[in-house]
T-cell receptor, first 114, second 109 residues
Framework: EAQVTQNPRYLITVTGKKLTVTCSQNMNHEYMSWYRQDPGLGLRQIYYSMNVEVTDKGDVPEGYKVSRKEKRNFPLILESPSPNQTSLYFCASAYRGPGNTEAFFGQGTRLTVV | QKEVEQNSGPLSVPEGAIASLNCTYSDRGSQSFFWYRQYSGKSPELIMSIYSNGDKEDGRFTAQLNKASQYVSLLIRDSQPSDSATYLC?????????FGRGTSLIVHP
């Protein structure tokens, strides 16, 4: 089954404690992206990756890191989480091409930083 | 900056009515367009895709694309309370998808 898998689904952590949210896709997609979603603000892109070892900042990259060492995985790293990073996070992947760029989403990770 | 614009709503319609959701995009190079439905706290799910000018129908949903006007719309016929959700418009420009902020739809009995 084609899918994007995020873990964990729910996470409560304390300010400053490093954490990683994993994202894995099994569709051999070149493109992967992280979004955060806050009430009234829609999906805001944090980072994206066009292929292995190629990453770029989205609209709200401050406080986040990513890596793309393998095509299937795109972890999101919060080196020193702060309460303003409390949000609902989504990972997505897409075939990178001129035609169909339908995005597939993970189930979401609800992060609370206290 | 490539953008997809949507009215945030909420759009409120009575049960059984037609809900009309609209979207404009800035990237003339976009070749694919998508509508996603998102229930609160859940991930977006694709409900319609459209690639050429005109209408595309799938059940109660019709997507409309006008590339000259850079305009995409979604019509939901016979709206049901279960259609109440946020609807995200996305364009597939420059090889990667760009999302609008979404329109909240409320279908009241």
């Amino acid at each position: 089954e084609a899918q994007v898998t995020q873990n964990p689904r729910y996470l409560i952590t304390v300010t400053g404690k490093k954490l990683t949210v994993t994202c894995s896709q099994n569709m051999n997609h070149e493109y992967m992206s992280w979004y955060r979603q806050d009430p009234g603000l829609g999906l805001r892109q944090i980072y994206y990756s066009m292929n292995v070892e190629v990453t770029d900042k989205g609209d709200v990259p401050e406080g986040y890191k990513v890596s793309r060492k393998e095509k299937r995985n795109f972890p999101l790293i919060l080196e020193s989480p702060s309460p303003n990073q409390t949000s609902l996070y989504f990972c997505a992947s897409a075939y990178r091409g001129p035609g169909n760029t339908e995005a597939f989403f993970g189930q979401g990770t609800r992060l609370t930083v206290v | 900056q490539k953008e997809v614009e949507q009215n945030s709503g909420p759009l409120s319609v009575p049960e059984g009515a037609i809900a009309s959701l609209n979207c404009t995009y800035s990237d003339r190079g976009s070749q694919s367009f998508f509508w996603y439905r998102q229930y609160s706290g859940k991930s977006p799910e694709l409900i319609m895709s459209i690639y050429s000018n005109g209408d595309k129908e799938d059940g109660r949903f019709t997507a409309q694309l006008n590339k000259a006007s850079q305009y995409v719309s979604l019509l939901i016929r016979d709206s049901q309370p279960s259609d109440s959700a946020t609807y995200l418009c996305a364009s597939g420009g420059s090889y990667i998808p760009t999302f609008g902020r979404g329109t909240s739809l409320i279908v009241h009995p």
